[in-house]
């Protein structure tokens, strides 16, 4: 054990406390797996994750730093705040990417390309696998959520790395106000994403979308705000005219948060930022 550098960051807010905190320890080359998973099962957040050199191929295909993302229960191939939260602590702590303004993050799901514009990340929402869902599935979600089905306009089966159960619901009073059984969506064993679209969810000076994420088979019965699930029901959503090329989501107000997720798609490429703040930073023996 040896002291290393170490950052907490929320995510998707600039504003302490408003978003999603991921921890973040950097110059992690000789931790084992083990190392690890019991300290991302210490911090006990939604995510911890780890610093690398890029592998060999990773570099040669121009990678600027390796991502290991580790939940309390396990690795995870990809996340989204995990990976804006990492790329503002690598840029924080003085490194430069080699393409000015674009960052090339490798992690276990392949290169994802991050953003930078002025005080704003947004990473590249990755290739989404998606599908209807099983139709005994939904009757069942729905009854958990306490939802009927007249609130709900449209389902599909979402993959992004993560795989989400996306409903999109009648209003965000509908939204705002659900109570779900988190023991009954445990044994069902399916996260689900929730949202509605405004009418004037085209207007990006504020706030057109609410979300909200509940994900008990995964160890978090509803996460603050989620980068991965904004990202794949935002290439739902776009693809079938649901919702504009541009938008802003609401998401956390539930939890006393008040993240702000911003969506855009150009050139059939869909976006997904926000801004982050580090709220903690130091050393950690490890």
């Not at 080359?29 to 991302?40: H, N």
């Not at 445990?186 to 004037?200: A, E, N, P, T, W």
């Amino acid at each position: 054990m040896h002291p290393r550098p170490f950052k907490q960051i929320d995510v998707f807010s600039d504003h302490p406390g408003d978003g999603n905190p991921v921890a973040v320890v950097l110059e992690a080359e000789d931790l084992s797996d083990a190392d690890m998973r019991r300290f991302a099962a210490w911090m006990n957040l939604s995510e911890t994750t780890f610093l690398l050199p890029p592998t060999e191929a990773g570099r040669a295909q121009g990678a600027d730093y390796r991502l290991r993302i580790f939940s309390p229960q396990g690795e995870l191939p990809f996340a989204g705040h995990p990976t804006l939260g990492t790329c503002h602590a690598w840029l924080q702590a003085g490194n430069a990417p080699r393409q000015e303004g674009l960052v090339l993050q490798e992690c276990a799901l392949g290169l994802v390309r991050i953003r930078r514009e002025d005080h704003t990340l947004a990473f590249a929402a990755p290739p989404l696998k998606r599908s209807a869902p099983s139709p005994a599935l939904v009757p069942l979600i729905a009854s958990a959520l306490g939802v009927r089905p007249a609130q709900i306009l449209g389902t599909q089966l979402l993959d992004n790395g993560p795989v989400w159960l996306g409903m999109l619901l009648d209003s965000a009073d509908t939204v705002l106000g659900l109570q779900p059984d988190h023991a009954r969506l445990m044994d069902l064993g399916q996260s689900v994403g929730v949202v509605h679209v405004g009418k004037d969810a085209g207007d990006t000076s504020r706030p057109g979308v609410v979300v909200r994420a509940f994900a008990a088979p995964m160890g978090n019965r509803e996460d603050p705000v989620t980068g991965s699930l904004n990202a794949s029901l935002a290439e739902w959503l776009i693809a079938e005219g649901l919702a504009p090329h541009h938008y802003q989501v609401a998401q956390g107000e539930c939890l006393g948060h008040a993240g702000r997720v911003h969506i855009r798609q150009d050139d059939h490429q869909v976006w997904v930022g926000g801004r982050s703040v580090t709220c903690i930073e130091g050393t950690v023996l490890l």
